[in-house]
């Protein structure tokens, strides 16, 4: 059937070639952003997922984040507990040659003056702090601060702010130092290595927790992009196929345009 009015060819190919146009705008759009979901429309629920695996994945980040300022925390603890122990050693040195009978009171005095002296310096150590937080506990019991260890806040740790003053408070004198043979120092010692063994032990558990939350953080960004992200090699062959459309389409409506031009002819 040949008709003016009605060009049924030509409004076929036009439908045609616009949802080949369609495609092709698709196509452009995901590969241009590198998402498979450009917009909603796309896939609503996979938009849902991948919106909560992505915030999931950023509170990750941060807990990793906050973790490894914990360790940092602990080790700069460490390095405070390791020059008390030095202190301390130097302490139960002059304890012990302050106790020798050869020693004249001059010398005796020489030996308290700088045992005075280490006592203020290891004073000057427990008002230590980290980003203006305590490493020690000012109090008679020690603090603690609480880490977590998971992106939603479910699991969590304490770490330590040991009284360190009470580690040695007992062989702060050098009289007593010396009336009691160094016992108190050798107190304040096991002491102190209490408290490098609780730090030691926060900081291996703190670190596990740090290379899962690494773990998680990679996992949720892989599953995240198998949802979102565009798989390039497969988008690239669509649009070819869909410019392939495109262009068969155009020119599929420019023959059926050209075909209403028959009517004409037998009109003459």
Known sequence: MISINTNSSSSLASLNLQRASDLLQRSLVRLSSGSRIATPSDDAGGLAVSMKLSAATKRTQSAAVNVSNAISMLQVQ???????????????ELATLGSDVTKTTAD?????????????????????????????SSGTTTGTLTVFLSQDGSQSMTISQ????????????????????????????????????????????LQFALDSLNVNQVNLEAANSRIYDVDVAAETSKLARANILVQAGAAMLTQANASQSIALKLLQ
Do not use: H, P
């Not at 460490?78 to 139960?92: C, E, F, M, P, Q």
């Not at 030996?111 to 203006?132: A, P």
């Open 108 to 136: 005796i005095s020489n030996y308290c003056t700088e045992f005075n002296s280490l006592v203020s310096e290891l004073n000057v150590l427990t008002s230590d702090s980290f980003n203006g937080t305590s490493l020690f």
């Open 78 to 92: 460490a390095g405070t507990l390791k020059s008390a122990a030095s202190v301390l050693d130097r302490l139960s």
């Open 162 to 205: 040991a009284t360190l003053a009470n580690a040695y408070s007992a062989a702060t004198t050098f009289a007593n130092a010396t009336s009691a043979g160094i016992s108190n120092l050798t107190s304040a010692v096991q002491n102190l290595a209490s408290i490098m063994a609780q730090n030691g032990s926060e900081s291996s558990r």
